[in-house]
């Protein structure tokens, strides 16, 4: 009872005094592996270069969008210089319009003045005219008795004549002003006719150049979509690389990893098991090793976890003690985390588990001549067993 207290009191001191970081290796020293790394990075590769040659030409996709956009922006600024230009020219032709509509309405209304005035002048004629011929040999008489003297009657018959003369005359000039009215009134019609026709013209052009506007618009929000769509492409195939030279250089690690355990192997030299002396503590630190690493595995991934330290035991290129082997620098995480120490402090093992520490120091291996294990990862071959895979 003492020795056995002592013991476990020896071996909470080593593990309390050697706590140090440990990480599982992360490859198979195996030559199958490393080829299948070898064929699986070069695969890996031709996808990235695929990967690069689609974002290659993303980027080319989206400098023809740009150029053509560009363009189209050049397009657009001048439609819409024409445009306003065009607007411009419309607003005035209405402003002409709208002034020779007024210059019509005032030469219609000169026009309706002078068409009063000759019809006055006509009726006023008219009458004198009938009064003269209904009334001629009361006047006859009147100039004729009324007269001073010969010259006075000459003078009296002269102003009669003058008179008629008058008349004529002012319905000659009411007549021409009517007929240089009406003329005027004519060529405003038809200068507005043509201002009219040219309004229309002018309407269909904004029209069109409105149309082409829009449809350049619309181009350029379809381009800028369409490059948008593209840059989310190439957003997507660049995080795709990204994702691909993380998963290359992982590989390319495990197969420097796999190039480096097969060198070690190479240089191994293997002891039986009957050719290893055993400490007194070395089952119970066994067994609390297999307990913190395999604890909640089956009882063969119990026994796997001894194998291994068991293999590395009688290799060469490891301590040749099960001390040596559990303490080395990095090796298994629960020395570096201290939960050996704590399983060591409070005999944490299991029944299995020194029953798995047992067999495994007599020599039974779940898993040949595994030197390693780790929970899985992608591309990592070995033999399974629970959640770890030994290689």
Known sequence: MRKSLKRRKIAVFMAAVVLVCAFPMTSYADNDRISDLEEEIK???????????????????????????????????????????????????????????????????????????????????????????????????????????????????????????????????????????????????????????????????QSRVAGLVSQTSGKISSYQNEIQATEAEMREYEKQLQEQKNSIAQLQKELEEERRLSQLASQ??????????????????????????????????????????????????FPDTVVGVIYQNKQFSPVASGRLALALAENHATEACYRAAEEAMSGRTTVGNCLFFRTPIEGLTGTQIGGHIFY
């Open 43 to 205: 695969r890996r590769n031709q996808e990235k270069e695929q990967t690069e040659n689609e974002i290659n030409e993303r980027k080319d996709e989206i400098g023809d969008l740009q150029e053509t956009t560009e363009g189209l922006k050049g397009q657009l600024n001048n439609l819409n210089t024409n445009l306003t230009q065009v607007s411009n020219n419309l607003a005035e032709l209405e402003q002409q319009i709208l002034e020779k509509n007024l210059e019509i309405e005032i030469t219609q209304e000169q026009l309706a003045e002078a068409r009063e005035t000759e019809e006055a002048q006509y009726a006023a004629m008219k009458k004198r005219i009938q009064f003269m011929y209904e009334k001629r040999d009361f006047v006859m008489m009147e100039m004729l008795f009324g007269a001073a003297s010969f010259s006075d009657l000459l003078n009296r018959n002269d102003y009669i004549e003058q008179l008629a003369e008058y008349d004529r005359e002012q319905l000659e000039i009411y007549q021409a002003t009517r007929a240089e009215i009406e003329e005027k009134e004519a060529q405003l019609e038809a200068e507005k006719k043509e201002l009219d026709e040219l309004k229309v013209s002018v309407e269909a052009e």
């Open 268 to 317: 191994s030299a293997w002891r039986d098991i009957s050719e290893i002396s055993f400490a007194d503590g070395d089952k119970y630190l066994l067994a609390n090793l297999i307990y913190c690493e395999a604890g909640n595995q089956p009882y063969e991934g119990q026994i796997a976890v001894g194998a291994v330290v068991m293999n590395r035991v009688m290799s060469s290129v």
